[in-house]
Every structure is written in C-alpha cells, then in structure tokens.
C-alpha cells in the first residue's frame, strides 16, 4: 500500500505531509520486521568480526560460541539449575520487598508525625549504595538462599516505601473530605481513597524492582555462592570463558524480558480504569 | 405556591474562623450568623476571597470555627458530618470505581446490605438517564454525565442538606441549563434543603429562594434577599418580570458594574 489514490474524503490538510515514498512501519508487524532485522545484523556483524579477526576472540567472544555454551550448560541441565535459582531468589526478593516497602509506605499515610520523624532516616539509608552492604549481609545470612533474598529485598524494599508514601501523602484531598463528608473514618479513606490512588505508583515500581530483585540476586552470587546465574558468569570470567559469561548475560535479560511483560499483565488487570480510555492520542 | 413559613433547620450563629499563615492570623469570617429553613434553597453569594467555601466547610463539618454556634433543628452541633450531600465544582468521582460503584460509596459507608443498595442505585441511573453507563469508568463520560453521576450520588444517601459549591460551573451553558433543571426537579421531589456556594448571580437568582450576600473583610451578612420568583425552571425563573430586578440588585451589592460608564 504504497499510495492511495482517489476517493480522498478526508479533510485532513495533506500540505505539511512529507510524501510517503517508504510502506507505513509504524504498526506492529513493521515495527516487529525493523527489530528482527536490527537483531540479526547485530549478531551479524559481531560474528563476523569474530571470525575475519578484527576483534579479539578471546575478549569479545562470538555469538556462535555462545550459542555452543548455552547447548552444551543446557544438555548438561546446568543451565536450568542456575536459572531456576538466580530466577526464584529474584523473585522472592522482589515480591517481600516491594510488598513490605509497599506496606511501610502507605503505613507512614496513618501518621504524618512518624512520617517526618523518621524521613531523614529514610533518606540517609536510600543515600547508601545498597549493594554496598552485600558483604555484610553475607556474613549476617551465611553464603545460601537466605542472604541474595535479604540482598535483594533491601534493594527494592526502599524504592517501594519511598514510592507508596509519597504517593498517598498526595492522594486527593478532595477526594477524601467527600468521603469524610459521606460519614467515612480514617480506616474508610485509607482503604477506598489512599490505597486506590496509591496503586498505580506502587505498579510502576513494580518494574524497577523487578530489576533490583535481579541485580540482588545477581550480586550476591558473585561474592559468595555454589549455584546461579551470577555464580555461573563469575566462574567463567575467571577462567577466562568468555563465551559463557555472555551466556549468562543474556539469560539474564531474557528472564527480565519476561518478568517485565509479566508486570505489564499484572498492571492491566489491576488497574483496568487506567486502560478504559478511547482517546486518541495527538500526531505532531 | 402559598408559602406557610418553614421552621428553621439551621442556624448559624456568630460564627468566626481566622486562619494563621507566615504574616499572621487573617480573619476570615467575622462573626456570620444567619438561618436555613426547612426545604429551603439558600444561595450564599460575595466576592472572590469573601470565605464563601470556609462557610460551606463549616457547614460539611470539614472545619470547626473558632468561636460562634451551629444550631441543627434546634440542637447546638460541631457540625454535619454524615447528613450532608457535597457536590463541588470538580466532580469528586473515584477514577477508578465505575459509575455504579462511584454511585453505592454512599450506601457502601452506610452500611446499607449491597442488594438493597444496588437496586436503588440503578433505579436512579435510569431516572436521570445513565441506564447502560453503569459499567463505565467517570473518564469514558463527558462533564456533565460525570456531574449527573455526583448528583445521583449525593442524592442516594438521602442527605437532610445539600452542600453545593458552584457545582456547575465548569460546564458549558447548555449543559449547565441542563443539570440547574434536574437539581430543581429532584429537590422538588424529594423535599431537600439546599445550601448553593457560588459568584454566579444569575445562577443564584434563578434556583434560589434566598439569596445571603457577604460581604467586608472579615466578612459578615450584607443582605439577606427573599427571590419572589414562581417559576419552578431554570429557564422559566430567567424570564421572571422580577428576574432583572434581583439581579441587578444583587449586582449591585457586589460592587459590579452592569453598565460601561465614562470614567
């Protein structure tokens, strides 16, 4: 559908339209195509760099290596192993963090006093690097399970609190006095007004969090651990194996591919008041 | 209508509010007393800054005033929390409850068995035509769906008052005209008083039976007008003989000048 010709009823102005030379990719299928394609000249191009010696083999590793890597780790069932653990301690970390910050957060809605006595503390342990308090906590929760979830729920658990009160310092206030007015209490306007408006806030941190659980687990593997997907990259960097460190890598950002497209479903079947609009958005 | 006079279902007596800010205290109100009969519709009406909303906050028993009485069927009260319906310029519906919902907060704080209420709920979206929006969520309908919905909403609780503050006037004309009929109607019908907070004198003359002006700073009562207007329409109260007369009288209280004069 290269042009349209004639019966042109639209009244839209065609005088500031470039004219169309190239097919319309701006819908799925198009957009769909172009990613494809960017993909497999990537993949493309770094192959053949390998091959034709313009990039060193053994720093930069090549895509058909580690493909063989990732065969051979999944024939071996390594591959399920580590990606099955890194994968349930991300989301353990991820779903008490977010759920304790979440509730922290919202909490705080009930006393604005507590609130302000306690937001410097807040602030100074968000000003710390969380990662940095790793090799404590291996010390506290041993080289297991227990400490990359603790790692893990540090990291999101403050980016959830931070979120959640924030969010209900500004619920509506309007809204509330409705309510009041209507004869609620202050349970009544925490749980129909200050949850509801708060909502939306506490999914969007779903999706760095998601990343933080992963990037706990992640770290915690590396200084201390037998099995995952940072104890599988971390090994083979020390040997030198380069081709399985982008294995894992990518393993890495398939799993939180799926995780965010995951939070994406969530969002919608929570929040269905946010889809239900039909207007239409504006083309500059 | 032959008008036997209402006894009255409140009274305001000497009420006075400052608020303290970084310059000091300014004093907003001081010392307004007036009544409300029973079935009454009362505009209170001044100029911008005049604690035409502090009133209506009282009123709601969002606020307490700093001194002064409010006396509910003869009976000093802190305030009206629970039997007034509230219906602001913004329409104040939960984004994210639909309009059935949005509808039964009401019932729902009340305590009312969730049958019971639904049924009701439903028989007044049919009455003022949402029948089939029952479902929809407030950002799918126009303003003035949206403002029928708040309506229906105080009107389900069975409020003894209702507190309105310029509830129309972010809508345009006809629309306006519009939801000004439906409120005279259900107030008609069912025998509430109300309590309209607005600068739109027009829209004060034509839906009310009083007219309370305030004015000074702080301010107090300037006047207290009784509209002698018999028809029961927005559009039929507009084209009252006695219609201009109010207005420009009310105009006039005001400091407004209706006509353009050489300086």
């Known amino acids: 559908m290269t042009q349209s010709v004639s019966v042109s009823k639209s009244t839209v102005p065609d005088a500031r339209r470039s004219p169309r030379v190239l097919p319309n990719l701006d819908t799925g299928w198009g957009r769909t195509i172009l990613q494809f394609f960017a993909v497999v000249a990537f993949f493309g191009i770094w192959e053949g760099a390998a091959r034709m010696g313009w990039v060193s083999n053994f720093l930069v590793g090549s895509p058909a290596k580690i493909y063989d890597a990732l065969v051979q780790s999944a024939v071996s069932g390594q591959l399920f192993v580590d990606t099955g653990y890194t994968l349930f301690e991300a989301i353990l970390g991820f779903v008490f963090g977010t759920a304790v910050g979440s509730f922290c957060g919202l909490a705080l809605w009930y006393s604005p006093f507590v609130a302000r006595l306690i937001e410097p503390f807040i602030v100074a342990i968000n000003s710390v690097p969380k990662i940095a308090f790793a090799p404590i906590v291996i010390l506290w929760f041993g080289t297991g399970l227990v400490s990359k979830v603790a790692l893990a729920i540090s990291l999101t ?25 209507l004869g609620a209490d202050k349970n009544d306007v925490f749980m129909k007004i200050v949850i509801p408006s708060t909502l939306p806030y506490i999914i969007s941190t779903f999706r760095i969090n998601v990343g933080f659980g992963l990037v706990g687990a992640v770290v915690g593997e590396f200084i201390s651990s037998e099995k995952g997907l940072g104890h599988m990259i971390f090994t083979a960097s020390s040997l030198y194996d380069l081709n399985t460190v982008w294995a894992g890598l990518f393993v890495l950002m398939a799993i939180g591919f ?16 946010r889809q239900a609009s039909n207007a239409s958005t504006l083309r500059v | 209508m032959p008008t036997h006079p209402m006894p009255t279902q409140l009274a305001l007596r000497n009420i006075r509010k400052s608020f303290s800010n970084k310059q000091g205290a300014v004093d907003v109100l001081g010392g307004l007393s007036f009544d409300i009969k029973e079935r009454d519709f009362v505009s209170i009406i001044g100029p911008s800054g005049c604690g035409k909303t502090t009133v209506f906050n009282i009123v709601a028993g969002l606020l307490q005033p700093d001194s002064g009485e409010i006396i509910y069927r003869g009976q000093a009260v802190d305030g009206l929390r629970g039997k007034v319906g509230y219906m602001m310029q913004r329409d104040l519906l939960l984004p994210w409850r639909t309009v059935l919902q949005n509808v039964l907060i009401g019932p729902e704080l009340a305590k009312m068995p969730p049958a019971q ?22 950002r799918m309908l126009s303003g003035g769906m949206r403002q029928r919905v708040a309506l229906i909403r105080t009107l389900i609780n069975d409020p003894d008052i209702i507190l309105l503050d310029e509830p129309f006037s972010a809508l345009d004309y006809q629309t306006r005209l519009y939801l000004e009929g439906v409120l005279m109607e259900a107030v008609e019908t069912f025998h509430k008083t109300v309590v309209l ?13 009083r007219v309370v002006v305030l004015g000074g700073r702080p301010s107090q009562v300037k006047k207290i007008y ?5 028809a029961r329409t927005p559009i039929g109260a507009r084209s009252d003989p006695n219609f201009s007369g109010y207005f420009h009288a009310l105009c006039g209280e005001l400091d407004i000048q209706t006509e353009v004069r050489a300086a």
């Open chain 1, 157 to 181: 658990a403050i980016v959830a609190l931070i979120a959640a009160y924030e969010a209900a310092k500004e619920a509506d206030s309007d809204l509330q006095a409705l309510l009041v007015t």
């Open chain 1, 258 to 273: 799926v995780l965010y497209f995951l939070i994406d479903l969530v969002e919608r079947s929570l929040l269905p008041w």
């Open chain 2, 117 to 138: 209420a639904r049924e009701m709920a439903m028989e007044y979206l049919n009455t003022y035509g949402l029948a089939g929006f029952e479902n929809a969520y407030p």
């Open chain 2, 197 to 209: 907070v607005t600068h739109d004198i027009d829209e004060a003359v034509a839906l009310s039976k």
């Open chain 2, 226 to 230: 009784d509209i002698e207007i018999e």
